[in-house]
């Protein structure tokens, strides 16, 4: 089934969040595809539906209404061949307060059943290539959000996944994390790693994203690279884009 190039195939895909007040349509009828060893990214505002994407695609919520498929594995069929080929780096840091960023790194690293020197040397390259060595060696209670947002990173692609899920990678780092992260994340090209990511940073949207998909309210409303958007919208940058068509901007009331 890999041979396919397409890495992620979306159909159609809805999202309703039924709640005792409201009925949230959190994503109504998107379909998009991402091609293998491409950056993809997920533009849009607060509850967009963003994340409500990646959660699907992941095998963490199930759709309302339609289909989505990794490498050609349906992940509502065949969530477990999906999930071999995923490394997820979620909004919501998930690591030990009590273990250090390396523990972290190491325990991650357990639970896939990698072998322990592999493990080792995976978290020295990772650490290395990510200026995180002097942060790895304390407890994680005392890290700041950028170097939280690191280790997650990190966690998210010890097992070296074919397919990255980064759910807003670089929220918190100061602007030298941030530009060494997305160098780190555009390397991932070279070793022909396909990236989802979600992002409200149009910055890093445009430094690091092949295409776009633009969303809102539930609504994909447009798709292509960050140049061919910024030609369609006669705009300058993907901020103005979003302007042009939403009549807002991205970050409004963030
Ligand atoms: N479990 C849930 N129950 C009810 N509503 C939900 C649930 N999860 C998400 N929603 C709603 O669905 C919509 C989309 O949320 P989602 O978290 O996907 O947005 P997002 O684009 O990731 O936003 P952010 O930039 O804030 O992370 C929002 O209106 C949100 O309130
Ligand atoms: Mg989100």
């Not at 020197?117 to 995180?132: M, P």
Request: aromatic share 8%; proline share 3%; charged share 30%.
């Amino acid at each position: 089934m890999e041979q396919n190039n397409i890495a992620i195939e979306v159909r159609n895909l809805k999202k309703h969040f039924r709640t005792k007040l409201e009925n949230v349509k959190a994503l109504d009828d998107i379909s998009f595809n991402v091609k293998s060893g491409e950056i993809f990214g997920l533009l849009g505002p607060n509850g967009a539906g963003k994340t409500t994407t990646i959660n699907i695609l992941i095998g963490l919520i199930k759709p309302t209404d339609g289909s989505a498929t990794i490498y050609g594995y349906d992940i509502q069929d065949h969530i477990s061949k999906a999930k071999e080929l995923i490394g997820v780096c979620p909004q919501e840091h998930a690591v030990f307060k009590f273990l250090s960023g390396r523990e972290n790194i190491e325990l991650f690293g357990n639970l896939y059943s990698m072998p322990k020197d592999k493990i080792k040397k995976r978290a020295d390259e990772l650490i290395d290539k990510l200026n995180f060595s002097n942060a790895s060696k304390h407890k994680t209670k005392g890290y700041s959000g950028g170097m939280l947002s690191q280790l997650n990173l990190i966690i998210s692609i010890i097992n070296n996944p074919k397919i990255i899920f980064l759910d807003e990678p670089t929220v918190g780092m100061d602007p030298r994390a941030r530009r060494k992260t997305w160098e780190f994340i555009g390397n991932f090209k070279n070793e022909r790693k396909t990236v989802l990511l979600t992002t409200h940073y149009i910055e890093e949207a445009e430094a690091l994203c092949d295409r776009v998909a633009i969303i809102d309210y539930g609504e994909l409303l447009d798709i292509g690279s960050p140049k061919d958007l910024m030609k369609k919208y006669e705009s300058d940058n993907l901020e103005d884009v979003f302007m042009n068509i939403t009549g807002r901007k991205i970050m409004e009331g963030m």
